[in-house]
Each structure stands twice: as C-alpha cells, then as structure tokens.
C-alpha cells in the first residue's frame, strides 16, 4: 500500500534547519493548499488596523496547522485577492490564528469590511522563522516600530511562554502617536511578568500622553546590553531597522545576531512565481526572516 505524505509531515531530516541554517528553507513542506477558514473574531485596534480571529474550518487540518514565530501566511479574500500577512499569534496558539491587518489598498480594504463569519482562504505557514530556541539562556532585545509590533507579537508569546528560558528580555516599541499605539490592551499583561522590561515611545505626544516622545533609539540609553550576551529581533519599516541594528551594531552587538523581518510584494509565498526575489534569493523561502548580516550583503534589500 502506498503511504500518502501529508502536506504538513516535516521533511527530511536532513532538510530541517539547523540551528546554523535557520534562514534556508522553511521546516514545514510548501503547500499550494488553501484551507477554508473563517474570521470568527475581528478587534479594532486603531484607525488603520484590525485584529482578525481566523480559524482553519476543517478540524483535522486545524489541528495540523503549526508554524513558528516570524512566519507569515497567504490570505484570500474570495472575489478580491491573495496577500501575505505575518502570523501575530502564539504559535502554541491551535484554535485559530490572528492576523494584524493595516489597511492599505483593494484587498486590505475589503478585510477591513469585512464582518464576523466571513469566509476566507489560508495557504501556508510560509517563510523562515526567528531562531527562538538559538536565543536560550541569552539576553533577548524585541524591539518594533508601528506595525512592526505585529510579527514581533508571536516572539513575544514566545518568550513569555518560555519566560524561564531567556536571560534579560526588553521589549522597546515607538509609534507615530499615541492613537497609532497597537495592542495597548496587552502592555499591563506584558509588563507585569517578571523580569520583562516594556518600554513605548511615540514621535509626537498628546495631552493625555504622559510616556517619552521621541525615536525609538533613544529608548536603548536606558537599556543595559551585554554585547557578547544579547540576541535582538527588530520588525518595522526598512529606514527604522536601519537606524536601530545601526545603533546597536555601534553597542557592539554583532550583526549575525540581530534579527530582522523583509517585505517584499509576494505572489505565490513557495519560490515560484519570482516576484519577491532580491537577486537568487527568495524573499518568501529564504526569508522573511534574515540576520542583519545577511540582508546588509542583500543588494538593495533596504
Ligand atoms: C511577509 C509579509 C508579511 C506581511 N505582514 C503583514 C501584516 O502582518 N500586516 C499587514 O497589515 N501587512 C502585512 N504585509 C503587507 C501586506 O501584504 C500588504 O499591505 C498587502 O499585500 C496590501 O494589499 P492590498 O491589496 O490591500 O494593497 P494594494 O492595492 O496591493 O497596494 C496598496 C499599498 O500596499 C503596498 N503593498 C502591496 N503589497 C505589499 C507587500 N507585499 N508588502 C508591503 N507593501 C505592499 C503597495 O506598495 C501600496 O502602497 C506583509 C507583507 C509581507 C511580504
Ligand atoms: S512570492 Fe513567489 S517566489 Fe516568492
């Protein structure tokens, strides 16, 4: 009898990524699959972003479906389009995952009307993870800047899952303002596990904004790095990146442990349609996860 290999069995010994290889090929076989899901759940977070609930319909691919933090999936709006959003949710999480979607253009904007029950479609998890478990018994920098607080939301369960794992953890998040502030809900929650130091800026104040205002950089004076010690994962758009794996390139930390998270327009998330590459390599097998190295050899990634 032929044994029919499931779209989810994890490939070949030899094919799972090495702690060393972790920014090669995605652990996970790729699937053109698209699984029905559902949105069961949307909170409005701001004026621009949603947190959409979404669950896989069939119970047997849901409770298949796994991914790692850092990796992102395609979602179809029937009728409008496919696009690719990072996972925001613990990837312990098995009842549903959550996506935290800015609305942009024709897809975005028709998510955003989008009502409870509707029907959608989920391809993947795609896409390198951030090496987790390479961050034990370390120092770990989370650090994003307005959206980026989105795929940075899964390594942050992550840590606090596993809290007893990881050395000094520091999260720093800058936003535009306080009304373009994400998940503020969860902050307390956050902040209230030992030892995790939550620090928010924002570039312009309020009246009712007692926090600091300024840029995100200046929140690492007040954060002690142990240069030999200290993984960082920084989500965010290009130029912030920049200046923050700039800044702490500057205190010492190396390039190759510092984590970043690439976008680039996708089509089919798998390698195959050629339109997310940056020279030969793949911004959606490849990445979107790379280390600052990395992307710095990565002619015109940023
Ligand atoms: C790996 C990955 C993870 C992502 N995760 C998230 C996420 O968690 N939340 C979120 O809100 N968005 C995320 N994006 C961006 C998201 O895919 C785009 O905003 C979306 O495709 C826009 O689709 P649209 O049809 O609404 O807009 P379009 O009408 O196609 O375009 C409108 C605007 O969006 C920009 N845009 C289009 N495609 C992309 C893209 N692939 N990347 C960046 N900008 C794009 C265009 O330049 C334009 O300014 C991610 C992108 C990638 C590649
Ligand atoms: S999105 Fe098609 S090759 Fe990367």
């Known amino acids: 009898m032929t044994t ?24 996970l076989k790729h699937v053109d699959r698209t699984f029905k899901a559902e949105i069961i759940n949307i909170i409005s977070l701001t004026e621009m972003e949603k947190l959409f609930q979404v669950r896989i319909m069939d119970d047997y691919y849901r409770s298949k479906f796994s ?5 992102f999936v395609m979602l179809e709006l029937p009728g409008f389009g496919e696009i690719p959003i990072s996972i925001s949710s613990s990837s312990s999480n098995k009842g549903f995952i959550e996506l935290c979607i800015r609305k942009m253009g024709s897809v975005t904007t028709m998510l955003h009307k989008a009502r409870r ?3 959608v479609g989920i391809r993947g998890p795609f896409g390198t993870h951030f090496p987790m ?8 920098l989370l650090i994003a800047g307005g959206l980026g607080l989105a795929p940075l939301r899964a390594p942050i369960f992550n840590v606090i899952e596993n809290r007893s794992n990881f050395n000094q953890v520091d999260i720093l998040y800058g936003t535009k303002s306080p009304k373009n502030m994400l998940f503020n809900y969860q902050y307390e929650e956050w902040n209230r596990i030992a030892d995790i130091n939550l620090q928010v800026i924002v570039e312009h104040g309020a009246d009712s904004w007692t926090g600091p205002v300024g840029m995100i950089t200046s929140l690492l004076d007040d ?32 390039m190759h442990r510092m984590f970043v998270s ?19 390599t793949y911004t959606c097998i490849d990445g979107p996860v790379f ?12």
């Open 223 to 254: 954060v002690t790095i142990l240069p030999d010690d200290t993984f960082a994962i920084i989500c965010g758009p290009p130029i912030m990146f920049k200046f923050v794996c700039e800044r702490l390139t500057d205190d010492g930390i190396p």
């Open 133 to 140: 478990e390479k961050m034990h018994g370390h120092n770990v």
């Open 117 to 119: 029950g509707a029907k």
């Open 262 to 280: 690439l976008e680039r327009r996708m089509h089919c998330g798998m390698g195959k349609c050629c339109r997310c590459n940056i020279g030969s």
């Open 291 to 302: 280390d600052y190295w990395t992307v710095m050899n990565l002619k015109e990634a940023i």
């Open 67 to 71: 991914y790692l933090p850092g990796q």
């Open 4 to 27: 029919l290999l499931h779209p989810y069995d994890v490939t070949q010994e030899s094919d799972m990524q090495s702690p060393l290889d972790f920014n090669r090929r995605s652990r």
